[in-house]
């Protein structure tokens, strides 16, 4: 497992924007995120222009020139959404296309045939894991959401019994896997291996899904025992059309993009030489941009064509599917902007300095930090930027694998406790039809276990790699 120690240096060697000690840059992280909270909480203000806002504060506080932290904030902000921008986007046409050619009903409506009674909370636990690769948390919430409560309506299963699962198989999605926003931007701040992580994460997500969803739910509907709500059963897309995709090429298209990027990291594994003409491939072909433009190229036919779609209407699915994710990506960019000023004022160095002395395991501090995070702003994708930001420096000395560990620690700390400043907390509050403390008592329990077992699960994983 790898620990903090005096030789660890910081993967960024420039100057920091500021010279302020350590009880300065506590206090002006402190200030930074303080801010941020009370402007999402307090005030309603935007993330995006919250974010803005406490980076301007944190550099202030720390004693940069106002100047240096824009500079700071605007650089972030800029490479996150290079880095990350155009896979969100992808993925979102993915995702509606997927949508919107019914193909995520034919993956649903199979599954569901073939399952038993009992066997119904373990196939919503796969069935939103699969539709929830490429799709962001709330977009497979607003899909399945019809699913969940017809199945708990006809089955006459307790509501939780059938929901927890899907929200947990969503929910380990987004912290955990690529394409999605926080696991993209975390690999992109700590340098570590897209493939490696992608492969790792699902091996920390399976058993943290199953824990959080099926066996959770077990008891999550015992505390909580209500029947669907009859008014938010809204329509589904494949209703209304006349064929749609099959099971098998559906399947296929969404996995697509990660059978390409996991065959790169195969490729790097056993080959090992950059300079190698099947690697170069590979390295091509496995990239993230590559691999989503391929799936999104490929689902244009398999999903769009096979739902009968003209070239006219795939185009507007296309532009529909944009709209809506300009404010994620620019909270994503705002979160980078945040992040880069944490990293050039010199939090990341003062957290090496602070922490050198401690017998803790780094992927345990990642944890703590992004823990922290969540709690205070209630994204998790903001979560996982800003500590990812902060604990960047302790991934130099690290190998390939404990670095890909050191995003998926992050990416579980950065789902712990959804509460009321979270707006997903809200969301499935009133798709299920809770009360406050009710969602608190499913949901936010269901969050934390997702945190705890997957550290639990990686800090395993740090000991055998």
């Known amino acids: 497992m790898t620990h903090l120690s005096v030789e660890m240096l910081a993967a960024d060697a420039t100057e920091p924007i500021t010279s302020a000690g350590h009880a300065q840059l506590g206090i002006a992280v402190l200030a930074g995120i303080a801010v941020i909270v009370l402007l999402i909480t307090k005030f309603k203000l935007h993330a995006f222009l919250s974010l803005i806002i406490g980076s301007l504060v944190l550099g202030a506080v720390a004693g940069a020139p106002l100047d240096k932290a824009i500079t700071s904030f605007s650089t972030g902000l800029g490479t996150t959404v290079a880095g990350t921008g155009v896979l969100i986007a992808l993925g979102a046409v993915l995702g509606r296309l997927l949508a919107d050619s019914g193909g995520a009903d034919q993956i649903v409506d199979t599954i569901l045939a073939k399952s038993s009674r009992s066997a119904m909370p373990w196939a919503m636990v796969l069935i939103a894991g699969i539709v929830g690769l490429p799709i962001f948390f709330e977009v497979g919430i607003v899909l399945l959401i019809p699913v969940v409560l017809l199945v708990a309506k006809r089955g006459n299963f307790s509501l939780m019994r059938i929901g927890i699962p899907a929200?947990?198989?969503?929910?380990?999605?987004?912290?955990?896997?690529?394409?999605?926003?926080?696991?993209?931007?975390?690999?992109?701040?700590?340098?570590?291996?897209?493939?490696?992580?992608?492969?790792?994460?699902?091996?920390?997500?399976?058993?943290?899904?199953?824990?959080?969803?099926?066996?959770?739910?077990?008891?999550?509907?015992?505390?909580?025992?209500?029947?669907?709500?009859?008014?938010?059963?809204?329509?589904?897309?494949?209703?209304?059309?006349?064929?749609?995709?099959?099971?098998?090429?559906?399947?296929?298209?969404?996995?697509?993009?990660?059978?390409?990027?996991?065959?790169?990291?195969?490729?790097?594994?056993?080959?090992?030489?950059?300079?190698?003409?099947?690697?170069?491939?590979?390295?091509?072909?496995?990239?993230?941009?590559?691999?989503?433009?391929?799936?999104?190229?490929?689902?244009?036919?398999?999903?769009?064509?096979?739902?009968?779609?003209?070239?006219g209407r795939i185009a507007g699915t296309v532009e529909k599917s944009l709209g809506p994710i300009a404010g994620v990506v620019l909270i994503v960019g705002a979160g980078g902007g945040f992040k880069q000023t944490l990293v050039d004022a010199g939090v990341g160095q003062m957290i090496l300095d602070v922490s050198k002395g401690w017998n803790i395991s780094a992927l345990l501090l990642a944890w703590l930090i992004a823990v922290a995070i969540r709690l205070a702003t209630g994204s998790a994708t903001v979560a996982t930027i800003s500590a990812a930001g902060l604990v960047g420096p302790l991934a130099a000395d690290m190998s390939t694998t404990h670095a890909a560990l050191l995003v998926l620690a992050i990416g579980c700390g950065s789902l712990f406790f959804s509460h009321v400043n979270d707006a997903g907390f809200w969301l499935v509050k009133e798709y299920f039809g809770m009360s406050v403390g009710q969602t608190l008592k499913t949901w936010s329990v269901m969050e934390t276990l997702i945190s705890v077992v997957g550290i639990g699960c990686v800090l395993l994983l740090s000991l055998v790699l």
């Open 167 to 311: 929200l947990a198989g969503l929910s380990v999605m987004h912290g955990l896997i690529p394409p999605h926003p926080g696991p993209l931007a975390a690999i992109d701040a700590v340098k570590a291996n897209l493939g490696i992580t992608l492969a790792l994460g699902v091996v920390v997500a399976i058993p943290t899904a199953i824990i959080a969803g099926p066996v959770f739910s077990r008891y999550a509907a015992r505390w909580v025992d209500i029947q669907p709500p009859e008014t938010m059963v809204p329509e589904r897309a494949g209703d209304d059309l006349e064929k749609r995709p099959g099971f098998g090429i559906t399947v296929a298209t969404v996995l697509l993009p990660v059978v390409m990027m996991l065959a790169k990291a195969l490729v790097d594994i056993v080959v090992d030489d950059p300079e190698h003409t099947v690697q170069r491939v590979f390295d091509v072909v496995g990239s993230p941009l590559i691999a989503l433009l391929t799936a999104v190229l490929v689902a244009m036919f398999t999903l769009g064509r096979a739902a009968g779609f003209t070239r």
